[in-house]
């Protein structure tokens, strides 16, 4: 635990990292956390599996405040991811009294309109997202972290326009965090439309 201990996350975090089994940070994430507290913008090469859930996930749930509104929007390409992201980042914060909650297509908008409401993050794909915003279900005006997750999955699959919708959704004055398998013509449009001065990382 002693390399977690370094990277200034507060005893709520550091006691549920502990309590996964986590000993020590991947190299993702020993990069990226410091970033994400002192506040910069993050371009994350890495592929799934290296830890990039709490690479970015751990900066956001000790920078979240519960019941202070949706402050961090993680978006995904697939309702499996937006699921799995979702679970992880719950099992992260819930000491923290946080609460996350998914929205993804195919499952009715009630319920989600209810969870929506008590969210402090959300982790969704989006086509829902953009649904909900359309419908004025979803208040994104005080989100402070904006995530796109396998970003170039969710840009390959046909989602630039609505990407573009939601991020417009946002505060100007947000961080962004993009992660990315590869670094395409669309991701560096992407980075250098709506990012500011991005830090690379790679893993
Ligand atoms: P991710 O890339 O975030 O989907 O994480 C991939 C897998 O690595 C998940 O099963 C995590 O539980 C695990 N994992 C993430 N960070 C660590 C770590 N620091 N130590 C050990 N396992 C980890």
Same mark, same amino acid.
């Given at each position: 635990m002693e390399k977690f201990k370094k990277l200034n996350l507060s005893e709520e975090l550091l006691d549920a990292i502990r309590q996964a089994g986590f000993e020590s940070p991947s190299e993702i994430?020993?990069?990226? =956390?410091?970033? &994400?507290? !002192? %506040? #910069? +913008? &993050? =371009? %994350? !090469? $890495?592929?799934? %599996?290296?830890? #990039?859930?709490l690479a970015f996930g751990a900066g956001i749930i000790d920078r979240v405040s519960p019941g202070a509104g949706i402050q961090a929007l993680i978006l995904t390409p697939t309702r499996e991811l937006a699921e799995q992201v979702g679970q992880t980042i719950s #099992?992260? $914060?819930?000491? #923290?009294?946080i609460k996350v909650t998914q929205v993804y297509g195919g499952v009715s908008m009630d319920p989600?309109?209810?969870? =929506?409401?008590q969210a402090d993050i959300v982790v969704g794909t989006p086509g829902r997202l953009l649904d909900h915003l359309k419908r004025r279900t979803l208040n994104l005006s005080k989100v402070k972290f904006l995530v796109l997750d396998e970003a170039d999955r969710m840009l390959d699959m046909g989602f630039v326009r +609505? &990407?573009? !919708?939601? =991020?417009? $959704?946002c505060p100007s004055n947000k961080q962004t965090m993009l992660f990315t398998a590869t670094l395409s013509k669309d991701i560096e449009y992407m980075a250098k439309k709506y990012m500011k001065n991005p830090v690379h990382i790679q893993a």
């Amino acid at each position: 635990m002693e390399k977690f201990k370094k990277l200034n996350l507060s005893e709520e975090l550091l006691d549920a990292i502990r309590q996964a089994g986590f000993e020590s940070p991947s190299e993702i994430q020993e990069k990226t =956390i410091p970033l &994400v507290l !002192s %506040g #910069k +913008d &993050v =371009i %994350g !090469s $890495s592929e799934t %599996g290296s830890g #990039k859930t709490l690479a970015f996930g751990a900066g956001i749930i000790d920078r979240v405040s519960p019941g202070a509104g949706i402050q961090a929007l993680i978006l995904t390409p697939t309702r499996e991811l937006a699921e799995q992201v979702g679970q992880t980042i719950s #099992k992260f $914060s819930h000491k #923290k009294r946080i609460k996350v909650t998914q929205v993804y297509g195919g499952v009715s908008m009630d319920p989600q309109i209810r969870a =929506i409401r008590q969210a402090d993050i959300v982790v969704g794909t989006p086509g829902r997202l953009l649904d909900h915003l359309k419908r004025r279900t979803l208040n994104l005006s005080k989100v402070k972290f904006l995530v796109l997750d396998e970003a170039d999955r969710m840009l390959d699959m046909g989602f630039v326009r +609505d &990407v573009e !919708s939601i =991020i417009k $959704s946002c505060p100007s004055n947000k961080q962004t965090m993009l992660f990315t398998a590869t670094l395409s013509k669309d991701i560096e449009y992407m980075a250098k439309k709506y990012m500011k001065n991005p830090v690379h990382i790679q893993a």
